[in-house]
């Protein structure tokens, strides 16, 4: 009988240990000790939807859809075989139309566009989710990887790790209600981490909406909120890309697409003004473009804007730039600055052997990541030394603009950047 409470007992008390060891195994939660992210994309890096209700757009017969869609990024909007991004008006519903009155961009009357996604990552994972570009060596993916290497160390999507897309094709300075809303994404991730101050994570064009929205900021909001900003291949300095767009229209490499075709719509567009080169990478006498008879440098973008012929180029681009030369002032958080570099960029259109500016021109490079410059990035490098921040520079080596998000030892180092001191 005795014997038997024993082996009872004893069986209750490895059961019991037992049940304490699953218990640590299994249901305990492992301390969570990193940062919460949000993510902000760069140009093109994520969706936009449209619907359209009688569309007052200059193409006859344009498509009409009530409901929204997905009009970027998505491949069945190229016309393949055309070798244009034609299909269903695709260029009169994303382009913007000039209000000289204004100086604002809108859509056309009927064509209503917004922003997908935000505070969650979806969009930012694969700004074109479609079965056809996975098939095309996965080209609509974007953060995706950023994304699973953080749920991997314990991140929730939508709580740890959000995302604050905007309209990418509009400067900052059409942008107070995105920043309004930013401001509060901020607070509210803060809140739901037990008041844990976010990274911003910014990449590409993205870092430079960052600034501008820091700059707006009271230093006790920022004190209070903001861990550090997290500045990944951002072209502080702007990119000649932009100008070539402007220019000749630019394909971003995709050479399925026509670029003169899509041109016109990207005229429209006032991020690129926002973005051109500047004199934060760019001396007076740098040559931006170079033709058979003229040079430009960062001083002639008035002459430039007339020479390609576009009428609305000069006020489009004076607006975008309003106010920018506080660039130079610290946006007022500890900053992380990584950027990769080693690889050769293009830093000057070169037209004397194509037509100015209706043909594609060559270019002369530099370093860079294959998009942006060395010098445009490393801009972030004045923020060094700064009495009341902390600043620290991380440089990779022979990585493309892109490819930096796929990179295993970025990701080694960023796991350890995100962890709580
Ligand atoms: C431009 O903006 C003004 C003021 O908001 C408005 O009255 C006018 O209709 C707009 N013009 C166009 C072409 O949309
Ligand atoms: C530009 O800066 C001035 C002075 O700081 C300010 O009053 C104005 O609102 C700013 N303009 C824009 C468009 O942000």
Redesign the pocket.
């Known amino acids: 009988m005795q014997h038997h409470a024993i082996k009872s007992l004893l069986i209750l008390t490895i059961f019991a240990s037992f049940l304490s060891t699953a218990n640590s195994l299994f249901w305990k939660k492992k301390e969570f000790n990193y940062s919460p992210v949000i993510i902000i994309p760069g140009n093109g890096g994520c969706r936009i939807e449209a619907k359209t209700v009688n569309p007052k757009v200059p193409t006859p017969k344009c498509r009409v859809s009530k409901d929204w869609y997905l009009i970027w990024a998505n491949i069945e909007n190229i016309d393949l075989f055309a070798g244009e991004y034609t299909y269903g008006c695709w260029e009169d519903y994303i382009r913007l139309?000039f209000?000289?009155?204004?100086g604002?961009s809108?859509s056309y009357?009927g064509v209503y566009t917004r922003i997908p996604g935000w505070g969650t990552t979806e969009t930012v994972e694969y700004v074109d989710p479609s079965w056809l570009t996975f098939l095309a060596g996965n080209t609509g993916a974007y953060f995706s990887t950023f994304v699973r290497k953080l749920l991997n160390i314990g991140y929730e999507r939508g709580k740890s790790v959000r995302a604050a897309p905007y309209d990418w094709r509009l400067a900052p300075v059409s942008h107070s209600d995105y920043f309004r809303r930013f401001k509060e994404l901020i607070e509210d991730t803060y809140e739901k981490n037990g008041q844990r101050k976010v990274v911003l994570a910014a990449h590409s064009m993205g870092g430079t909406y960052t600034t501008y929205f820091l700059r707006q900021q009271t230093e006790a909001w920022k004190n209070k909120y903001v861990r550090y900003m997290l500045s990944l291949n951002v072209p502080y300095g702007g990119a000649t890309a932009l100008l070539w767009l402007y220019a000749s229209g630019y394909n971003w490499g995709i050479n399925f697409i026509s670029a003169k075709k899509v041109r016109d719509e990207e005229r429209t567009y006032e991020s690129p003004a926002f973005m051109m080169p500047n004199d934060l990478a760019w001396n007076e006498n740098d040559v931006v473009i170079i033709t058979k008879d003229k040079k430009y440098t960062i001083k002639d973008y008035e002459q430039f804007f007339l020479d390609i012929n576009h009428k609305d180029g000069v006020k489009l681009w004076q607006r975008a730039r309003v106010n920018t030369t506080e660039e130079r002032i610290h946006p007022g958080v500890d900053i992380v600055c990584i950027y990769a570099h080693g690889l050769p960029t293009g830093s000057t259109l070169d037209y004397r052997r194509a037509h100015f500016p209706d043909e594609q021109p060559s270019v002369l490079h530099e370093d860079g990541d294959k998009t942006v410059t060395t010098r445009s990035m490393k801009v972030c490098e004045m923020w060094d030394n700064h009495p009341k921040y902390n600043f620290e520079l991380k440089k990779f080596k022979g990585i493309g603009h892109n490819d930096l998000l796929y990179n295993e030892d970025f990701y080694i180092y960023l796991e350890e950047m995100l962890r709580l001191p």
């Open positions: 139309q209000n000289r009155t204004t604002e809108h009357p």
